[in-house]
């Protein structure tokens, strides 16, 4: 069985382990985005570091970009676990962390680079291969096919 999963022409067979992997992988960043990001909500103090920290980067209009890089982490991370409006989610967190990568980790190397850059590539394997099966956005997909029956 483990053969017929891994090594089936065009990647790994649909269903069930796909599903399982892409829940986990799903689960694990949207709950990361909303943990990073949920002490600049709650504190105004380490929004103020954040805005500090932007600033310092180069970004224009710190006291606007921190806290819409802040909220669209956090909300694009809740849609993102929830597997609802899961690809229009994931090119906003592609979007966010390529311009983390330009304006904070270009000079640095590699090791550096590896958050955000890890960063790019789940949310654009999200927003190219959907949510899965056990997300909001499957079951919405089913109920619309259901109703045009």
């Given at each position: ?16 382990p796909a599903d399982i992997g892409l829940l986990a992988l799903r689960l694990l960043t949207g709950s990361f985005l909303m943990w990073e ?10 929004m103020a570091e954040f805005v500090g920290f932007v600033g310092h980067h180069g970004f224009i209009l710190p006291e606007i970009m921190a ?83």
């Open positions: 069985m483990l053969k017929s999963i891994l090594f089936v022409r065009g990647g790994p067979q649909q269903g069930a990001t949920q002490d600049n909500i709650l504190s105004a103090e380490r806290p819409l890089s802040v909220y669209a982490q956090f909300i694009c991370g809740a849609l993102i676990l929830a597997g609802a409006l899961t690809r229009a989610a994931s090119l906003v967190m592609v979007f966010n962390f390529v311009v983390a990568l330009a304006m904070v980790h270009w000079g640095g190397d590699f090791r550096n680079w590896w958050p955000a850059l890890v960063l790019v590539f789940i949310p654009l394997h999200f927003a190219l291969a959907g949510p899965g099966r056990w997300s909001v956005d499957h079951w919405l997909a089913r109920r619309e096919t259901k109703a045009q029956a």
